[in-house]
């Protein structure tokens, strides 16, 4: 797989809280094992062709980085269950992702990051089995302090395992 993302430099306690308690529902926590930091996933392909990628980047570097605020875990009910965090209404998110596909193009892209079918999402946990779903849905049901992350670098990556392909910072 190969995707583009934006994440954040910083350390993102209050995400990472999330992401530990999350992981208390999986056998084996998820997140963490990608060695990777919060990030939003605004295209992913099975294969892509490197200057696409590269073309993507250079959108989002002109971009500038983005302050997106979090205001509740939700969960997409797969096998396994995938916990996440839903950002408040952004239209900077949503024009940045539109442009990015504007330009690149949307052939080859999953279906569910193209720009009328995505939803905005910071995976907390993408493995809980289903004897803890109950436990998973009360989770989300919790409330949580809003809280704010700052994506100020977008990737391309290539995964499994999570590799970095290019980086540029959002200037």
Known sequence: MF???IRVSNEA?????LVDEAAAL???PSFRALNYPAHLTLARYGAIEPARLA???EILAAAGPLTIAFDRVCFF???PLVLWLRPREDRGLRDLHRHLHTAIGEDGCDPHY?????QP???LASSVPGRNRQNALDFAEKPIADFSMTFDIADALQWPPVSILHSRQLA
Not at 13 to 17: I, K, Q, S
Not at 114 to 118: E, F, S, V
């Open 13 to 17: 306690a209050a995400f990472w809280n």
């Open 3 to 5: 995707g583009i993302t």
């Open 55 to 57: 073309a993507g980047l």
């Open 77 to 79: 009910d797969n096998a």
């Open 114 to 118: 193209r720009p009328l079918q995505w």
């Open 26 to 28: 999986e056998d084996a």
């Open 121 to 123: 999402h910071a995976t």
